[in-house]
């Protein structure tokens, strides 16, 4: 009797202490999450916007952080790029670290599944890279600091056809809802431009063979190939095609904006065009970004990572705000006032939001040579017809 | 479809099934000797083609393509062979000689749990993402009358023949290969008759497992290396050796070959979606298994393995 009463009292104290410490530490600092693969064949997506996001945090807190005098925590959790491990992960983030806000998810799907939640849960979110035109639609909570692909899938259609005078292209894409989002998007304008899609094959996801849709691909013989993917398959797509001896241009995505893709195909990428983030006229706070980032962590940042950089200074600016004005960390003053965002000075730009959470934006377009991508300039789709910015 | 496309096909076919063959000879030899499936196999597939990729980056250093990097490829490849042969052998003696007389359920099991513990154990050690396993030569593609074939497929094709050979050679002319035969056909008899079972085991897991390392070095160079690399194409490969019937070594070559270029006309001539790729070796399995359960070349051939 004694010593079960004894164990009891053990298990309590276990118990109680890191509720106290948790609680305790709470009230102090208040945290913001990130969603992203971690790990797995996208991981290098998900380590460099989380980078990102922890620039920003350690610079905010070395400011002296909200109000001058709190500093916010960064929680990172991995998703592996699958919608199962993101929702665990905003489950977890939601409940257990009372996140304020989110930055991420990464990848389209992840964040379909997360901003579900994000939105009945009345979490802000915003994607540095969650280009599905539907994204925004899920709700008011969901923000995105990246093109929707409605506009990239516009601008790539109408340049393929206008610009670069394709009648034809083939397209390969993957089953998911990134790629196949891409896909229809472009393809829509393309047509609308006078252009016909002579053949679309698809893969799933993780597969490394392509040769049987790329011959089939080359006995359609289109006078260009559309592959809106991620680097992985992009890099096997690319490798196989010189393998079958196929000397068709491609064409891709911003996913090709991340530099993992040269050492994954190396001299294939050459030659390239694909449509990626518009580049800012060389501001002073994107060369100081580029270079924190770098000297803080070898490599320096891609797209969506500057996205990610922008997205959570948003959010901290925001909370900075709603704390200032109230003394603490409502959820829906925070996503009022990221919403109400003006004029941001982001690294990536000048940053405003459409009525549905979208981004404001432009596209660049970049041809690779050997392996070097080169800008070739600044487009934006007006009514139907392609605007040059410069 | 043209004649050229047609070919073009065929050849993709081929090289993907020289593949499942190689690999399926590790099943079959297995299997033949003691009736159990070794579903670890797809994964010494992979740990072969971790230790070929590591052995080969550390031989070639930074040195151009050239005379130096074919002979240190097929020096990786030799090491990877070895050290995959003495894996087979400890997996053979840790996981499942100690259930040799257990319920036939038992070894199976093991199998699973041995094969859970390699891909998860390389995750952990080597992480997730795809290495490139760098061509050692230049793999510039040749076209003969517009159908294209690179070095690499050249290479895939003459490597699994001259092993298939080899192996065939080996069991039907060596001692070794006839003890081999023995231990398939009765096994408390052959050890009356002197045969060494134990090293006879062994020996088949060793070959085995030298011949996935092999197939795991070739796949690597086109498809990359990683963790779960062994699984679909163990299991393929697996197929393949119960299509051409599981336990004789012509059925895994033929089953291999077949599967193949199955799979490359399923979706290029018959029209099967690219998404069900997969399904049509699995397909072919459930046909095999309901019309002729002993498998293509099941009864042709009585030799065993």
């Excluded at chain 1, 990239?152 to 340049?159: H, L, S």
């Excluded at chain 2, 050849?11 to 299997?31: D, E, F, K, R, S």
């Amino acid at each position: 009797m004694k010593k079960s009463l004894f164990v009891l009292l053990a298990v309590l104290v276990v118990f109680a202490f890191p509720a106290v410490a948790q609680g305790g530490k709470e009230s102090a600092s208040p945290k913001i999450g990130f969603i992203g693969p971690m790990t797995g064949d996208n991981a290098n997506y998900g380590v460099l916007s989380n980078n990102s996001a922890m620039l920003a945090v350690e610079q905010f807190n070395a400011r002296g952080g909200i109000d001058g005098k709190i500093p916010v925590v960064l929680v990172t959790e991995d998703s592996e790029g699958v919608a199962e491990k993101g929702l665990s992960a905003i489950e977890k983030l939601s409940s257990s670290d009372k996140i304020v806000g989110l930055v991420g998810p990464v990848f389209t799907g992840v964040s379909f599944a997360v901003g579900e939640r994000v939105q009945n849960e009345g979490i802000v979110m915003l994607s540095p890279s969650a280009t599905h035109a539907d994204i925004t639609n899920i709700g008011d909570y969901v923000f995105r600091t990246v093109v929707s692909d409605g506009l990239q899938g516009e601008v790539a259609g109408t340049y393929f056809a206008n610009v670069l005078g394709y009648k034809t292209i083939g397209v390969l894409y993957a089953k998911n809802d990134y790629s196949q989002g891409l896909y229809e998007g472009m393809s829509a304008s393309f047509v609308a431009n006078g252009g016909t899609i002579t053949i679309a094959e698809s893969f799933n996801v993780g597969d490394k063979d392509f040769k049987t849709q790329l011959t089939k691909i080359r006995s359609a013989n289109p006078q260009a190939i559309y592959i809106p993917n991620y680097t992985a398959e992009m890099a096997q797509i690319l490798e196989q095609a010189s393998q079958l001896g196929m000397r068709i241009p491609f064409l891709s995505c911003d996913g090709f904006s991340n530099p993992d893709i040269y050492n994954l195909a190396g001299d294939f990428t050459d030659g390239v065009i694909y449509v990626g983030p518009a580049k800012v006229k060389e501001s002073p706070s994107f060369a100081k970004f580029v270079a924190d980032y770098t000297s803080k962590y070898g490599v320096g940042p891609d797209s969506f990572a500057t996205n990610a950089f922008d997205g959570t200074n948003i959010l901290l600016a925001a909370m900075d705000k709603v704390y200032k004005a109230t003394g603490k960390f409502d959820r829906k003053a925070v996503r009022d006032e990221v919403a109400a965002t003006k004029d941001y000075a982001g690294v990536s730009g000048t940053i405003n939001f459409a009525e549905n959470g979208d981004l404001i934006a432009y596209q660049g377009l970049y041809k690779v040579n050997k392996i070097t991508p080169e800008y070739l300039g600044t487009f934006t789709v007006v009514d139907g017809q392609l605007v040059q910015i410069d | 479809m043209g004649i050229a496309e047609f070919f073009q096909h065929l050849m993709n076919g081929l090289t993907l099934g020289g593949i499942y063959a190689l690999i399926a000879l590790g099943y079959t030899m297995v299997y033949g000797i003691l009736k159990f499936i070794n579903f670890a196999h797809g994964d010494v597939l992979m740990a072969g083609a971790f230790i070929g990729l590591f052995v080969f980056d550390w031989l070639r250093g930074s040195a151009p393509l050239g005379a130096w990097t074919i002979i240190a490829f097929f020096l990786a490849m030799v090491v990877s062979m070895a050290v995959s042969a003495l894996l087979g052998m400890f997996i053979e003696r840790v996981a499942y000689k100690p259930l040799r007389t257990a319920t036939r359920l038992a070894p199976l099991l093991s199998a699973i749990g041995v094969s859970f513990i390699l891909s998860n154990g390389a995750a952990w050690a080597f992480g997730t993402r795809s290495r490139k396993f760098n061509y050692p030569f230049d793999n510039t593609p040749i076209t003969i009358a517009q159908v294209v074939i690179t070095p690499h497929q050249i290479l895939i094709l003459a490597v699994s023949l001259v092993m298939m050979i080899a192996l065939k050679l080996f069991v039907d002319r060596t001692r070794m290969g006839k003890a081999m035969r023995a231990t398939s056909l009765d096994q408390p008899t052959a050890m009356l008759m002197g045969v060494n079972v134990n090293k006879v085991i062994s020996m088949t897991f060793a070959i085995g497992s030298a011949l996935a390392a092999v197939g795991g070095i070739l796949i690597a160079l086109d498809f990359k290396v990683y963790a779960s690399m062994g699984t679909m194409t163990g299991l393929k490969a697996f197929v393949a050796a119960v299509v051409g019937g599981i336990g004789n070594i012509s059925g895994a070559m033929f089953g291999g070959i077949l599967l193949g270029v199955l799979e490359t006309f399923g979706v290029a001539i018959f029209g099967i979606p690219t998404g069900l790729k997969d399904t049509i070796a699995f397909g072919v399995l459930i046909l095999i298994l309901l019309i002729r359960p002993e498998g293509l070349l099941g009864k042709v051939e009585k030799e065993k393995v």
